[in-house]
């Protein structure tokens, strides 16, 4: 079972998000790949200043969820509110605006090879700002030191470990101070002192930046020392939405299968099986 004491944090109002829909206001939100549909009417809520995990299986549509709330994805169905705006009647400038106030860490980092690290994080500045060369290098900086890689501005992404890849990834997410942030698995592939190092960063940056972040993962450890509140989806469906106790103590069978790691017996349909193909995380 798992064991980790979760201290509960305040959550701040926020100036920038209608205080009825939170920072983030998720509802009836349908999506399909084709014509086999992959998320069912999902309704959720995340409060400004908060920590929410999505957490499910395979195939159990965390991965389409995340790249419908960030915008990659448009919805079949349902609406998506982002501080207060919805998505889908966004225009272009509009849009490009509302990026100003993102920052997504992908899985893999997707630093640009090319480019040193420095690089890298001025690339949101150059994009989304007016700043001068010399602004944009201070703040550069700055990232690095808020995610302990102060002086590896130089290197290129290749010459970088693991960790300080995600690391990097993370100072280039925050590199325009967004309001929400957005982290893919961000302990994949990290051994365990890297990846609590890394949760205890994401913990920083909430406490210290006033951000609201969502993180996308299966490390259920690490799910339990950051998260505020748990969005636990499977195949498509919101089974449950809590704090890490409330979520600990579920009597939903699947809940507690997916927190004690007890393989899933049910046989897998073709369409399930169609939405892992479709590229289910």
Not at 2 to 22: K, L, M, N, S, Y
Not at 123 to 151: C, F, Q, Y
Not at 220 to 249: C, M, N, Q, W, Y
């Amino acid at each position: 079972m798992i064991t980790e004491t979760h201290h509960t944090r305040p959550t701040a109002a926020a100036p920038f998000a209608p205080p009825d829909e939170g920072a983030i206001a998720v509802q009836g939100l349908n999506a399909h790949y084709g014509q086999t549909q992959v998320l069912f009417d999902i309704d959720l809520s995340i409060r400004a200043g908060e920590i929410m995990v999505i957490m499910g299986g395979s195939g159990s549509g965390k991965s389409t969820f995340l790249r419908h709330l960030i915008g990659l994805e448009r919805p079949s169905g349902g609406t998506i509110k982002l501080l207060g705006q919805d998505l889908a009647q966004l225009g272009p400038v509009e849009m490009l605006d509302q990026c100003r106030r993102i920052g997504v860490a992908f899985q893999g980092g997707a630093l640009f090879s090319s480019m040193s690290v420095a690089e890298n994080i001025k690339l949101p500045l150059r994009e989304h700002t007016r700043l001068d060369e010399k602004t944009m290098d201070i703040m550069a900086r700055m990232k690095l030191e808020i995610v302990n890689l102060s002086g590896f501005g130089d290197l290129m992404p290749a010459e970088l470990s693991g960790g300080m890849l995600k690391r990097a990834a993370v100072a280039r997410a925050i590199a325009t101070d967004p309001k929400l942030l957005f982290f893919d698995e961000p302990s994949a592939g990290l051994d365990p002192v890297v990846s609590a190092a890394l949760d205890d960063l994401i913990l920083r940056l909430r406490d210290a930046m006033d951000m609201t972040i969502v993180v996308v993962t299966h490390e259920i450890h690490s799910a339990f020392k950051i998260a505020d509140r748990i969005t636990i989806l499977d195949s498509g469906r919101i089974l449950e939405v809590g704090t890490p106790d409330e979520v600990r103590s579920s009597s939903n069978p699947r809940v507690q299968g997916l927190l004690n790691r007890q393989p899933d017996d049910t046989p897998l349909d073709p369409d399930q099986y169609l939405r892992r193909l479709a590229g289910e995380a």
